[in-house]
């Protein structure tokens, strides 16, 4: 019996169940990656960087068998099926709105010429819809998700699967396929916007290094983990994106009765949670969860507003180190990821999908469920039953959470000659520095705003 083995988002050889279970039909696999053209359109230039090296890595470990190719999953693979004489295909189940219709369409094609199609296991912990509240309804807040989900044992990680992978030639190079392609979606003075110079490695070998170096410094997460100037937080979501790790071998690594380790742990479970809301909800990976009405602007100066935010160039130090961090790593620490889409949707009153695309483009970890909800709850339409009134403040963010500015010098080079506090303030404080420096003045005032976004949320609600 021959089987192919589609390699989707578990690029991995460890902890793969649907790989074992490949193994374990067959003694000849045949690995196969297939680009689908529609989803890698809207992969951005961290993103490619990443999955070329993961399928570097991956390829290397499989002896050079992994075949590589390119076109609609249920042609290429129904005619692989026939041409190979093989009896299934299994690959990693998937719960993604766009990757059920593509999941459905293969299993049809490969089922009318009698090849079947096994789906085993998630990218997740736990298939989505697994737990409900006591009125068997879906969890809609993440605490409760949290307290019924972390109850589920987590097994233990399987050994790394080997098996008889037969090669054929590629079709296709990965990294012609995966060359950078412009951002033709936005605005025309986006799409040079400059390439990340500072990606990681991808692959299930750096992944794993990642994950021994994480462990060494886990236990005081819960004490520095919002602090963007610290690299104290994981650095493992492209990893767990791409399923180069899966969260069960995440959870065996780190477990453990530190705070620290807890309170990782517990943050592990946010993206169990959004996977699940999606999939219960595939309508929101473009539609609100929980619409409020609040009126957003647009037109050529609502475009001049995002250009500016998107490359950082809004006067706000921890904005635009945080902007300017996603430009060159293809990657933003979670504390400015919340900051920066404040600013977006609450001082500029922009509409909080831009935000959410132009982050989906450029991140390196750019994961649907994620990105979209966690632009939600801070737009208010999301899973958080009032986040619209939480309004961050750019200054008093910096304030707490860099208070020496060793964020904001990092990636402002302008102000890395500014001392002492006045970096931490939009226009240094009234002091003049940093305009003198060619950093940008602050293009609006944050508590005007702050009230403005206010007036918009109340004026929502009397219309309603």
């Known amino acids: ?59 290397r470990q499989l002896g050079g068998a992994l075949h590589i190719t390119m076109g609609d999953p249920a042609e290429v693979l129904s005619s692989l099926a026939a041409g190979l004489g093989v009896s299934a295909v ?8 766009q990757a059920r219709r593509r999941d459905a369409a293969v299993t049809a094609a490969l089922a009318s010429i009698g090849v079947e199609s096994r789906y085993v296991d ?4 736990g298939a989505p819809g697994a737990y409900r509240n006591g009125s068997g309804q879906p969890f809609k807040v993440f605490t409760p998700y949290f307290k019924a989900a972390s109850l589920t044992h987590v097994p233990e990680p399987l050994e790394p699967i080997s098996a008889d992978w037969r090669a054929i030639p590629s079709a296709v190079d990965p990294h012609v396929v995966l060359r950078p392609s412009q951002a033709s979606t936005f605005p025309v003075s986006l799409v040079d916007a400059p390439p990340p110079t500072a990606l ?7 992944a794993l290094h990642r994950l021994e ?10 004490e520095q983990r919002n602090f963007p100037a610290l690299d104290t937080t994981s650095r493992l979501s492209a990893d767990l994106h791409f399923g180069c790790l899966h969260p069960r071998q995440v959870i ?29 909800n595939p309508r929101t990976a473009h539609e609100d969860l929980n619409p409020n009405g609040v009126a957003v602007d647009s037109g050529p100066i609502a475009n001049e507003r995002f250009i500016a935010w998107a490359l950082g160039r809004t006067g706000y130090p921890m904005v635009d180190a945080g902007m300017r961090q996603l430009l060159t790593e293809g990657w933003m620490h979670n504390r400015v990821r919340m900051l920066t889409a404040s600013f977006l949707i609450k001082d500029l009153h922009l509409d909080w999908r831009w935000g959410a695309a132009w982050f989906m483009w450029r991140l390196v970890d750019g994961d649907v469920a994620n990105n979209i909800h966690g632009w939600q709850w801070t737009a208010g339409v999301g899973t958080d039953a009032s986040p619209y009134y939480r309004v961050f403040n750019p200054t008093l963010q910096a304030e707490r959470f860099d208070p020496d500015g060793t964020y904001i010098r990092r990636y402002v080079p302008e102000l890395a000659s500014i001392t002492g506090s006045a970096v931490l303030q939009p226009g240094g404080g009234g002091a003049g520095g940093l305009f003198s420096n060619g950093y940008f003045e602050p293009m609006v005032d944050h508590a005007a705003e702050r009230e403005e976004a206010l007036g918009r949320l109340e004026r929502s609600r009397l219309r309603s």
């Not at 193994?23 to 960087?49: E, H, K, N, Q, Y």
Request: proline share 7%; aromatic share 12%; charged share 25%.
């Open 122 to 125: 998630t990218p997740t912990l």
């Open 90 to 97: 299994v690959a990693t189940g998937d719960h993604t709105p």
């Open 252 to 280: 065996a690594t780190i477990a453990g009765p530190s705070d620290g380790r807890k309170a990782f742990i517990r943050q592990l479970y946010w993206r169990e949670f959004y996977a699940d809301v999606l999939a219960e």
């Open 213 to 222: 170096q994480f462990d060494a410094v886990v236990d005081t997460y819960d």
């Open 200 to 206: 990681p490695r991808g692959g299930e070998t750096a």
């Open 1 to 59: 019996m021959r089987s192919i083995f589609w390699f989707r988002r578990d690029l991995r050889l460890r902890d793969n169940p649907a790989l074992a279970e490949a193994a374990r039909i067959s003694t000849d696999v045949i690995p196969v990656f297939v680009f689908d053209p529609g989803l890698l359109a809207s992969a951005g230039p961290a993103r490619r960087a990443f999955l070329a090296d993961a399928l570097d890595d991956l390829n």
